[in-house]
């Protein structure tokens, strides 16, 4: 696609193949981030006053995504979902202690389901369908695209308390700007591309982005709960 938009404009090729994905890749970082400054205080004070409900989704989430850019040979989708993949996992084992028992079973089986789906997965496709990065890298792709909806779904799980309620204090303006941002510039990269497994959920991703910002607009905030949310604007009531 990169080629019937650009033609023989070098300087529109390199924009659209090397710019586009090295600012999604710093807006990637932004969001694996963002819940780093409250898990921390969260370590120091040994009290809960995040949401880690997100986080296994966010590990496995990253997870497919490095191994999708490495059978890929994309480094843009496989480096900072590395370290996305390291943070995370951090943030998860550092707030597993403070849950109870519950949570704490229902974060774990999250933890191993989505990276267990991928690498069985993998497996599968190399076994079954052949020994090839492109049979491998469909399947992936499939599973990983399937987490990052539920990934970019997850803020929205609280959309129907918050029409009924009439706040958004719950949404995080500049997190939900940062998703709307970070959407779009891998949703054109997947088009530019035309990877479609990169495409559909980021722009997915950025139409989830659109709402929340939408709704933070218009409707009041009645609380500062939201200001210490960790991830997707929820607080450590909200699930």
């Given at each position: ?23 999604g ?50 480094y ?14 951090f943030?998860l ?5 403070l ?71 719950s ?69």
């Open positions: 696609m990169a080629d019937q938009l650009c033609g023989d404009n070098h300087g529109c090729d390199v924009f659209l193949r090397y710019v586009i994905p090295s600012l890749a710093i807006t990637a970082l932004s969001i694996f981030l963002a819940p780093m400054h409250s898990v921390l205080q969260v370590r120091n004070s040994q009290k809960l006053t995040v949401n880690p409900n997100p986080f296994p989704l966010l590990t496995g989430n990253c997870f497919g995504w490095a191994l999708y850019g490495y059978l890929a040979r994309d843009f989708i496989m480096l900072p979902n590395m370290i996305g993949w390291s943070t995370s996992s943030y084992f550092t707030t597993y202690p849950l109870q028992r519950k949570q704490q079973d229902t974060l774990v089986g999250l933890y191993i389901a989505s990276q267990a789906l991928l690498l069985f997965s993998g497996c599968f496709a190399f076994i079954t369908l052949g020994a090839t990065d492109t049979t491998g890298k469909t399947l992936v792709g499939i599973v990983t695209t399937a987490i990052l909806v539920a990934f970019y779904f997850s803020p929205l799980s609280g959309l129907l308390q918050i029409i009924q309620s009439n706040d958004a204090s949404i995080h303006m500049p997190l939900a700007l940062t998703s709307l941002c970070n959407g779009l510039l891998w949703g054109a990269y997947g088009l530019t591309i035309a990877d479609y497994f990169v495409a559909v959920p980021n722009l997915f991703g950025f139409l989830t982005g659109c709402i929340q910002v939408i709704l933070k607009v218009m409707l009041p905030s009645r609380s500062r709960r939201g200001s210490n949310a960790s991830l997707h604007g929820q607080s450590d009531e909200e699930s």
